[in-house]
């Protein structure tokens, strides 16, 4: 799911991706947007939001909104650092911006009750989600190779509309392909508004613990990859003496 790329990277990958990080991103959306009243995993809002600030003079506000996009272009500029090596640790590029995720939703989680809707607070509770949303969607963007995107479903539903309309109108290509691209869009926008629910829900009683939801998801996940690669050394260690 994590591990493999280019050639050896299949659809069942993707799919396994796409349930556990957009359901990841979901959650963190919604309750970035309970905490703090800031959508946390895309940036075209805030775009508009900066040129509102900036055209009704309000300088003060727009200085952060610009701040929340340079902080997710930084995320995901730090995340394909590790994720761009090449060599024996490629398949291991993944971990570090992970734990980074993990480390700012723990953070998050335990000091969100801090929180007093001050500007400066905003800032760095809005922003540091912004930058971990924004290593996630670099992270997946890279390991899938372009095809899942966990952050934001405006490209999802434009490319689900394109799908649907070959699949109906245009009986030539009624293949597997086309019918396995709306498979994967569907659970993208499917498991990304799934855990927008959960995450609201979960925000309602659990408050800024909240977070703490998808930082064990991204745990389970990495360690789903990891315990699978020792689990298949460890089979050719034993079949390997018996072939021989």
Partial sequence: MLRHTGRKRNYKHNLRLAVLLCFTAGMVNAAGLFA????TTNVTGHAALLAHKLATGDFRAARMVALWLLLFLAGAFFSS????KTGPFRRWGYIIPILCEMFILILVGTFGHTYRQSILQTEYFAGSLLFAMGMQNA??????????????LTGMFTDLGIDLHTLLFNPASRNTDVRKKIILRLVIIFFFLGGGI???????RLSYYTFYLPAGVLLIAMFYDLF?????????????PAAA
Avoid: D
């Fill in 228 to 240: 699978r690669v020792r689990l298949r050394k460890m089979v050719r260690r034993i079949q390997a």
């Fill in 36 to 39: 703090f009243a800031v959508l």
């Fill in 81 to 84: 650092v590790f994720t761009g």
């Fill in 198 to 204: 959960v995450g609201g829900f979960a925000f309602l």
């Fill in 139 to 152: 992270l997946v963007s890279t390991i899938s190779g372009y095809v899942v995107r966990t952050t934001h």
